[in-house]
């Protein structure tokens, strides 16, 4: 199969959704194996914000701001963007619910990134903002070439999401991200691999590595609202081999029907280069 006949059936596949979908898959050391779909298309970003809130805490750290093992006591109380009120996270509305037990209690700044990243905890992601700043995250991202990739605000702030202010991502820019943290080029190669150490520790895989062979790895960060659900990884090939992984999609109708798809999609793309 070459890469047009992929295309072809990568698009047959993503016409059976009902819904929008972009896609990014970049081979990391040979990028004329590509395949972008609507990849410039903006969508809520959901929790794929988390990685580069996850890349501006090693960066801040491995400036001598803080120790990843430095403690943290657990709140659960943030301000909105929009006027500095106050608002609580819903433990009904987070994934990561073990960390609510330990309200007023103390965890490392390293166990809130785990916590962030493989459980998607937004009580975590809210704790590590407010400890970095979106603004920093902004900053560090564009600094990575990232366009048009948002990361304004913590998670669950409802003035804020309903002004429209809210994290946004497209397919192009997450792909940039994982990228270079494939290749060992965010803050150092050190760094890269105690990220990705964290990505493969994901627990929610309904999509990329879903119908993947188990001697495949894949290092991502997954998102999921209402009507959306998005993967946004690195691949890890037996021999070594790595490539980036973008899936999101938006407007569902039928989300498990999206995942399920997006997983066929991911096969695909990890066959095609298995036997290129």
Do not use: W
Not at 112 to 126: K, R
Not at 156 to 175: I, Q, R
Not at 179 to 187: D, P, R, S, T
């Amino acid at each position: 199969m070459n890469l047009d006949e992929l295309k072809t059936k990568v698009n047959s596949e993503i016409e059976k959704i009902d819904g929008k979908v972009a896609l990014a898959f970049r081979d990391v050391f040979s990028q004329q194996n590509q395949l972008l779909i609507n990849e410039f298309e903006e969508f809520h970003a959901a929790s794929t914000m988390k990685t580069p809130v996850m890349i501006e805490v090693f960066k801040q750290s491995s400036e001598g701001k803080f120790s990843m093992n430095d403690p943290v006591v657990i709140k659960n109380e943030f301000k909105s963007i929009v006027d500095g009120s106050t608002y609580s996270m819903s433990i009904d509305n987070d994934s990561g619910e073990n960390l609510y037990s330990f309200i007023g209690q103390k965890r490392t700044i390293y166990s809130l990134v785990y916590d962030m990243i493989t459980v998607s905890s937004n009580l975590a992601t809210n704790l590590l903002i407010d400890i970095v700043g979106a603004q920093n995250v902004q900053n560090t991202i564009k600094a990575l070439g990232v366009e048009k990739m948002k990361v304004l605000r913590g998670v669950e702030d409802n003035k804020a999401y309903f002004k429209g202010l809210n994290n946004t991502t497209n397919a192009f820019d997450l792909m940039i991200i994982f990228e270079k943290i494939a290749k060992g080029e965010v803050i150092s190669p050190e760094i890269c691999k105690k990220m990705v150490g964290i990505l493969l520790e994901q627990k929610f895989n309904k999509i990329i590595p879903a119908l993947l062979p188990k001697l495949a790895k894949v290092a991502h960060k997954t998102g999921s609202i209402t009507g959306v659900k998005h993967d946004s990884g690195i691949v890890i090939l037996p021999d070594g081999r790595k490539y980036v992984l973008v899936i999101l999609s938006k407007d569902l109708k039928d989300d498990a029907k999206a995942e399920l798809i997006g997983a066929g999609i991911s096969r695909l793309i990890y066959n095609f280069l298995l036997h290129s």
